[in-house]
Nanobody
Framework: QVQLVESGGGLVQAGGSLRVSCTAS????????MGWFRQAPGKEREFVAT????????VYSDSAKGRFTISRDADKNTVFLQMNSLKPEDTAVYYC??????????????????WGQGTQVTVSS
């Protein structure tokens, strides 16, 4: 069992920056890949970025590439998503998720085993 708690969302102007965090607890965290997803009103949940505790490569969606950075602090069991050059279309609830490091596609939300409660990010124009 893995528990995930997000924090750090808020309101920011377009062009600004925000960092969201996800603190994980539970056994065997090194066996998991962590992902950030987001869901805007009326839209499907979409992949943003992923990193594993075990050193697998990080991967970003096209919309996140070059603007967002995912990182982890293994000592604190925390994963971060630093978001720069934010745009109004980045407005969404951002979710942290965890899946076992297996062959399932890590960009699909249906393949993740555990989810946080989500944190709202709003970018004003």
């Amino acid at each position: 069992q893995v528990q995930l708690v997000e924090s750090g969302g808020g309101l920011v102007q377009a062009g600004g920056s925000l960092r969201v965090s996800c603190t994980a607890s539970g056994r065997g965290l090194s066996n998991y890949r962590m992902g950030w997803f987001r869901q805007a009103p009326g839209k499907e949940r979409e992949f943003v970025a992923t990193v594993s505790w075990g050193g697998d490569p990080t991967v970003y969606s096209d919309s996140a590439k070059g603007r967002f950075t995912i990182s982890r602090d293994a000592d604190k069991n925390t994963v971060f998503l630093q978001m720069n050059s934010l745009k109004p279309e980045d407005t969404a609830v951002y979710y942290c998720a965890a899946k076992l490091r297996d062959s399932r596609v890590f960009t699909s939300p249906s393949n993740y085993d555990y989810w946080g409660q989500g944190t709202q990010v709003t970018v004003s124009s």
